[in-house]
């Protein structure tokens, strides 16, 4: 391995521990954070399937990102919301597509 190489290679693992380092350092606001009625911390799908629940109808993904904001306070990404859905309805789980960009959840029952 050459000294170039070796640079780089300290490059990456010294920024791996700086990242490792702030996420310790980061303090969490309590007041922002996404939980549900048990309690426990919501991630972003679980976010967007209780707002389809609530809704009780296919919404498109700009209301359910407006929803999230308004009811959990959480910003979320279009284009990810969007691929994540999009995955989910391919493999058949959970979600269904009923217009473009429009989800619902699978009849469950």
């Known amino acids: 391995m050459d ?14 521990q700086l990242a490792v380092i702030r996420g310790h350092l980061r303090k969490v ?21 209780d707002i ?21 306070d959480i910003a ?7 691929s994540a859905l999009v995955k989910k309805v391919k493999r058949g789980v959970v979600f269904n597509r009923t217009a473009p960009n429009t989800f619902g959840l699978k009849d469950l029952s």
């Open 29 to 49: 606001d309590p007041t922002r954070e996404r939980k549900s009625s048990q309690g426990e911390r919501m991630s972003h799908m679980s976010i967007a399937t």
């Open 3 to 16: 000294t170039n190489e070796w640079a780089k290679l300290q490059e990456e693992l010294l920024k791996a």
């Open 76 to 82: 979320l990404d279009r284009e990810s919301l969007v």
């Open 52 to 72: 389809l629940k609530a809704a009780g109808t296919p919404l498109h993904v700009s209301e359910i990102i407006q929803r999230a904001q308004e009811q959990y």
